[in-house]
């Protein structure tokens, strides 16, 4: 199943709203829940609140035209910070403003240029076709009748649904669904997308082709800010040109995919050889440049080891030097991708690093 | 006017398309009328002599019962109904998404559900007069502007209640209480002289039972609408007050709802 359909016609940006500042602007930004308590304990302290903090003085400003990652774990307050930025959550301390309008003040001019995705497909109108899902859209959003029915029709072209256009949308798989919701945010061109797990219901094969149209139609040919949630590393580190992420409502880190591995301090690498190899990498492990060492044999004669290497690609080139001294015979050395706990973890020991320096 | 006109069109073609559901609904509707018209024809001459300033006559007085009973209910429940279901499925999160704002959003939820309701009172009414309820056809202007006031006092138990939805996931048992007691006691199906005096001084706090009585007397009697006009007075002084107090109450549930994260939860 792919994504965009094959030769699909692009969505003409005109017409846009002019921004009256940066794409999104964050300074100390605060919110907080208070916590659920069960019927007993608010009987014996009915005045007591507990709070559970969601965002803790974020800051942040996103660049017109940015793709930006948003990486955290389940509760890390990605939500959270997209919903006070679509202006359906208060927040309680700090400013948010999107494109130099006000998320409280001025919530009706965000929401002329800012559209959140919302993936959950059971928002939109199963026994509707797919066409008059987008028309209801499209005059919600004030485009005028005609206007709105050719801009219906070049979504639906270019989500690549417009053979289903007529078809009930009950009767759509997830990926068709996961497009139309796509299609429904663009309907009156926003500058800024927000979208939440995006390919969380869609297949590696979906998701793949949906990641592309991502790259290449809405933020490439679209120029959309686009701002995405999501838990999987490998998805913001290839999407995404900086990627903020994001710990129990703290911003750890912000930067690029190679800011952030450089301040993870090291890159894991998986190197097969002949025979182990230990003896080899000890000077560059007592030179600071490897360390975590684990090698195991395996049925096919090699031995993989694992091991994490500082100082970016200068490190993994004194690896090579130092095997190829010592005249090991090389099957393969690779980057070994990190997971999202492997990165959150890096950046927590950094800094407690450099705070206890 | 036209984002609302759009949400009541999507509502439309959503009901639409459930086909055997609305000719279900219309066949039900005209299987009722048949036994209310033997029932108030045996009732008659008991019923009588009490309504006999509300037109005199059973049939009819109940058939403008029923009719404004249908809208009360819609105008109390259509609200929390429609906004708990769009909530649960997501649809209330994309649409305040949109430039639309929460009143238009709010306002075209349940706009089908009215017309909808003026379709049935309207197939009621047919059929009414083709069984020789006696009302008066040239007093129908007057008697929608009564009917008007009737859902303006009304829609604000609806709000009251959409506010319960938005900040506590529930409209409470105020949709079922406000209908029951209004039913008992509004004269919706007996003049609200034949129950206990007790009763009857309670009945006074019930809007219904001014907007009925004036509606009966416009419909059923030809009386003009001065001739009302102590009743619609106290109806419009029912609307104006409950509307203010609902829609601050409103306001402060959407905002306890932004605050709680809560607006798009159910």
Known sequence: MSVVAAGAHTVSPAARIPLAGEAIHLAGLTKRFVVRRSLGAALRQPFLRQWSPALVDISCTIEDGEFFGLLGPNGAGKTTLFKVLATLVLPDGGSAAVGGYDVIRQANQVRKILAPVITDDRSLYWRLTARENLELYARLQDLPEEAGRRRVSELLDAVGLCDAGSKMVGAFSSGMKQRLLIARALVARPRILLLDEPTRSLDPLSARTFRAFLREEISGRQGCTVLLATHNTEEALELCGRVGVLHQGKLLAVGSAADLIRQMGSERYRLWTRCPVPGSLAALEREGVVDGIVSQPDAEGWTRTEMDVAGGLEGAAKVIDALGRAGASVGRFESVPRTLADLIEGIIDRRRRSSDA | ?266
Not at chain 2, 100 to 123: C, K, Q
Not at chain 2, 232 to 246: D, K, P, Q, T, W
């Open chain 2, 1 to 266: 006017m036209r984002r609302m006109l759009a949400l009541v069109r999507a509502s439309w073609l959503t009901a639409a398309s459930y086909r055997l559901n609305m000719l279900v609904s219309l066949v039900s509707l005209l299987m009722m009328v048949i036994p209310v018209y033997f029932v108030a024809g045996a009732l008659q001459p008991v019923m009588a002599d009490s309504i006999a300033g509300q037109g005199g006559e059973y049939f009819g007085f109940l058939l403008v019962g029923i009719i404004t009973l249908m809208f009360l209910t819609t105008a109390v429940t259509s609200l929390p109904t429609a906004l708990g279901s769009s909530i649960a499925s997501g649809t209330f999160e994309a649409l305040l998404g949109t430039r639309a704002r929460l009143g238009e959003i709010v306002a075209g939820t349940v706009g089908y559900a009215f017309i909808w309701t003026a379709v049935r009172a309207l197939l009621l009414l047919v059929v009414g007069l083709a069984l020789g309820a006696p009302l008066m056809g040239e007093r129908s202007p007057a008697a929608l502007l009564i009917l008007g006031l009737i859902i303006l006092a009304y829609i604000p138990f609806g709000l009251l209640a959409a506010a319960g939805v938005l900040a506590f996931k529930t409209s409470g048992s105020l949709p079922a209480a406000v209908l029951t007691v209004s039913g008992l006691l509004g004269g919706v199906y007996y003049p609200t002289q034949v129950i206990p005096s007790w009763l009857q001084d309670l009945s006074m706090a019930v809007p219904l039972t001014y907007g009925l009585r004036a509606l009966r007397a416009v419909v059923l009697e030809g009386g003009s609408l001065r001739a009302s006009a102590p009743d619609l007075a106290v109806l419009s002084g029912f609307a104006l007050a409950l509307f203010g107090l609902s829609l601050y109450v409103f306001t402060l549930a959407v905002r306890h709802a932004k605050g709680s994260g809560t607006l798009a939860q159910y």
